[in-house]
């Protein structure tokens, strides 16, 4: 009797099988994929415009900077979408040995303001790379095919959503 209770899978329990994945694939894709993020690729990218502070830099690099503007984004030796646009620059203080602050003749402070684009249902984790853009990062490396700094600090960060999605 226990030989008769096996049983086996025909056609119908295969088809059955097959939809009921293929239901389950549907509401996953739906939901993770393209539930909320295909209306989102409809609304358009964010445009997003931040400013990048670097401190103590050599005073010759304002010039040499300015005549490479603008410059493509780069990470880990590729284009990552975005321009460094301009560059402004800053007296760089020092403590004296007055132990007041005095003007670095030799340094400056400059003012690097990129333009990158973000999905619009995205904008509130913006990456450039693998860099998260947010206000008061400390440890931001500005990259691009000519310039290059290390330890930057996000100063503004100014979103553009398109039309459609405010």
Not at 16 to 40: E, H, T, Y
Not at 112 to 120: L, R, S
Not at 157 to 165: F, G, H, K, R, Y
Request: net charge negative; hydrophobic share 40%; glycine share 10%.
């Amino acid at each position: 009797m226990e030989h008769n209770a096996k049983k086996r899978f025909n056609i119908i329990d295969i088809i059955a099988v097959v939809l009921i994945l293929a239901v389950l694939a549907f509401g996953a894709w739906k939901l993770l994929g393209s539930g909320d993020g295909g209306a989102a690729g409809e609304t358009g990218m964010a445009k997003v415009t931040y400013v990048v502070r670097c401190e103590g830099v050599p005073a010759e690099l304002y010039e040499t900077c300015q005549a490479h503007l603008p410059s493509p984004l780069m990470a880990s030796g590729a284009l990552v979408g975005g321009q460094i646009e301009a560059v402004e620059m800053e007296p760089y203080y020092v403590l004296g040995p007055d132990g007041e602050w005095i003007e670095d003749p030799e340094h400056v402070t400059l003012y690097f303001t990129a333009v990158t684009e973000t999905p619009a249902s995205e904008v509130m984790t913006t990456k450039v790379g693998d860099q998260e853009v947010r206000i008061g990062k400390t440890d931001y490396i500005l990259k691009s095919e000519y310039i290059e700094f290390s330890e930057g600090t996000i100063v503004d960060v100014q979103w553009e959503l398109p039309e459609s999605a405010e």
